[in-house]
């Protein structure tokens, strides 16, 4: 069982950055592949990012070279940074874990980001 808290969401003008951050809790954090989901009012939930077990990454198109995703083993913890923020970005931002060999699927209760001036 893993529980996931994510914070840092808030206000921020376009061009601005925010880092989101995704706390863990439970066992076995290391052996979870870690997204980053948004979804926007009326909109399907899309993936953002994600980071493997391994530390692979990927993004979807419309993020790439603006967000970054890491992730911290030891303290249990995956971040997005997001930069040159667009007001498209704005979404509530979920952090989910995932473990495709046991079926496990844990998200958290999400974040809000808004890109506003």
């Known amino acids: 069982q893993v529980q996931l808290v994510e914070s840092g969401g808030g206000l921020v003008q376009p061009g601005g950055s925010l880092r989101l951050s995704c706390a863990a809790s439970?066992?076995?954090?290391?052996?979870?592949?870690m997204y980053w989901y948004r979804q926007a009012p009326g909109k399907q939930r899309e993936m953002v990012a994600s980071?493997?077990?391994?530390?692979?990454?990927d993004f979807t198109d419309s993020v790439k070279g603006r967000f970054a995703i890491t992730r911290d083993n030891a303290k249990y913890m995956v971040y997005l940074q997001m930069t040159s923020l667009k007001p498209e970005d704005t979404a509530v931002y979920y952090c989910?874990?995932?473990?495709?060999?046991?079926?496990?699927?844990?998200w958290g209760q999400g974040t809000q980001v808004t890109v506003s001036s």
């Open positions: 439970g066992s076995g954090f290391r052996g979870y592949d």
């Open positions: 989910n874990a995932r473990r495709v060999m046991e079926g496990s699927n844990y």
């Open positions: 980071i493997t077990s391994g530390g692979n990454t």
